[in-house]
């Protein structure tokens, strides 16, 4: 048999061995207690005129677990632990108040550049968020306090289960805890 | 004679091997696809909504190479496909680097330590691809 005829046959072949692979792996995840949805599940946030979409990595049981509450309240601050917790369970938005240069720097991993001074309050902010999603602000620790701000605004305008995380960018470097760097796609 | 039996030996050290590291490269991403999904998010190539279904499909071609080169079965088809993936793999990685992102490579664990984007990680998957050729070709001048 000549050369590619033969490459030919072990393509149809790997073609083959894939699509049944593929069969069996999403057999598999259905049936994995850490299944994921083959889609990935993802949120929009609009910055200026910009849609970014924020996958959201949760597994079939965190989303069903951690559903997000209807909790009216004022902005409250966060605690590093409390914060973390929402971030490794999917459970909240982060925003990041601080200039989009501090940010591609350095920042919480997943989280959604937002400089204060970007948002513009005459036109209805963040409108492909419901205005009960967890959203937690931070900028660069306890000298600044663009993310009280933010809290404040957004809450003012209607979002009802906001945090601002006062230890920032600072206190989660510190701890070691995800980080990112460069501009979200 | 000496030369097909070195050949021959180095042929089964280089697939045990293989196939231990592809299977080996597996375990964590099978167990964990969402994690997965999340390194392969860092990359930026790919589709938001087309992150997960790779997730959970890629982890298993691999297995399946592994499994295979192991057991001696499929052995063509294997290493064809093993060298397909390790230049996807190659091109994934050198496209990382050129843009500047510091990323875990999510290569060989999930484990972020140790495990950033880098030429050192080129290099190995180099090695890698030239082990499968290496495969397949031994298998086609044998047949022949």
């Known amino acids: 048999m000549d050369i590619s005829r033969r490459t030919i046959s072990i393509l149809k072949q790997s073609v083959l061995a894939v699509f ?10 259905g049936l994995s207690p850490n299944s994921v949805p083959l889609i990935t599940p993802y949120r ?18 965190q ?39 501090d940010y591609r720097s350095g920042h919480i991993s997943r989280a ?29 620790g306890e000298d600044c306090s663009q993310s009280i701000d933010l809290a404040v605004r957004l809450s003012e305008i ?17 701890a070691g805890y995800p980080a990112g760097i460069g501009d979200i796609p | 004679m000496k030369r097909i039996d070195a050949h021959f030996y180095l042929r089964i050290v280089v697939r045990l091997g293989l196939g231990f590291l592809f299977l080996y490269a597996s375990l964590d991403k099978i ?9 392969i998010y860092n990359y930026r190539l790919l589709p938001v909504e087309l992150l997960n279904i790779c997730a959970i499909i890629v ?23 093993l060298s397909g993936i390790t230049v ?28 950033l984007v880098s030429w050192k990680r080129v290099i190995e998957d180099v090695f890698i691809l030239a082990g499968g050729i290496y495969l397949l070709i031994c298998h086609n001048s044998e047949k022949r």
């Not at chain 1, 910055?47 to 959201?56: A, Q, R, W």
């Not at chain 1, 995380?165 to 510190?174: H, I, K, L, P, S």
């Not at chain 2, 167990?31 to 390194?39: D, L, M, R």
């Open chain 1, 20 to 29: 049944v692979v593929s069969i069996f792996a999403v057999i598999f995840n």
């Open chain 1, 44 to 61: 929009i946030v609009t910055v200026g005129d910009n849609l970014t979409k924020i996958p959201v990595f949760q597994t079939r049981d």
């Open chain 1, 112 to 140: 959604v550049s937002i400089p204060l001074e970007a948002l513009d309050f005459s036109r209805e902010v963040l409108p492909e968020l419901s205005r009960n999603e967890r959203i937690i602000a931070y900028c660069d």
């Open chain 1, 158 to 174: 209607g979002f009802n289960d906001v945090y601002f995380f006062f230890g920032g960018w600072t206190e989660w470097q510190n």
């Open chain 2, 88 to 115: 996807f793999f190659i091109v994934m990685i050198i496209s990382a680097i050129a843009r500047g992102l510091d990323i875990e490579c999510g290569c060989f664990s999930l484990d972020a330590e140790g495990s």
């Open chain 2, 59 to 81: 982890p298993w071609i691999e297995a399946f190479i592994g499994i295979s080169l192991l057991m001696g079965i499929w052995i063509e088809m294997s290493a064809f496909m």
């Open chain 2, 31 to 39: 167990i964990y696809p969402g994690k997965f999904a999340e390194v």
């Open chain 1, 63 to 101: 989303m069903r677990t951690y559903e997000i509450k209807n909790n009216l309240h004022p902005p409250e601050e966060i605690d590093l632990e409390t914060a973390y917790k929402h971030f490794r369970n999917y459970t909240a938005i982060f925003i990041d108040t601080r200039s989009v240069e």
